[in-house]
Nanobody, 121 residues
Framework: QVQLVESGGGLVQAGGSLRLSCAASGSIFSINRMGWYRQAPGKQRELVAG???????NYADSVKGRFTISRDNAKNTVYLQMNSLKPEDTAVYYC???????????????WGKGTLVTVSS
């Protein structure tokens, strides 16, 4: 009974910015790692950015310096600020989280349904 809901996708011009949000809800004891993945048509899903519970981050080389991942633990929410967007950033972006639903039990991955980001040239 855990749900991840993404929002903030849309159509932007190259060079523009967009901010994605993902809120986790349901029976949650704790949220460990959170991250954003993306998948373009005909391509495999790839990691865009990840963030640990205490804030350490990692990024795909293709987005370093342009994207910033952050989280608000009090709101069970992860964000992805995307700046200097390029047409090659066009994809469905998926939220992912490692969530423990029960105390003293390890977590497992949950996925959102995705939000489409389209960057025009």
């Amino acid at each position: 009974q855990v749900q991840l809901v993404e929002s903030g996708g849309g159509l932007v011009q190259a060079g523009g910015s967009l901010r994605l949000s993902c809120a986790a809800s349901g029976s949650i004891f704790s949220i460990n790692r959170m991250g954003w993945y993306r998948q373009a048509p005909g391509k495999q899903r790839e990691l865009v950015a990840g963030i640990a519970s205490r804030g350490s981050t990692n990024y795909a080389d293709s987005v370093k310096g342009r994207f910033t991942i952050s989280r608000d633990n009090a709101k069970n929410t992860v964000y992805l600020q995307m700046n200097s967007l390029k047409p090659e950033d066009t994809a469905v972006y998926y939220c992912n989280a490692d969530i423990s639903r029960i105390a003293f039990v390890g977590g497992r991955d949950y996925w959102g349904k995705g939000t489409l980001v389209t960057v025009s040239s």
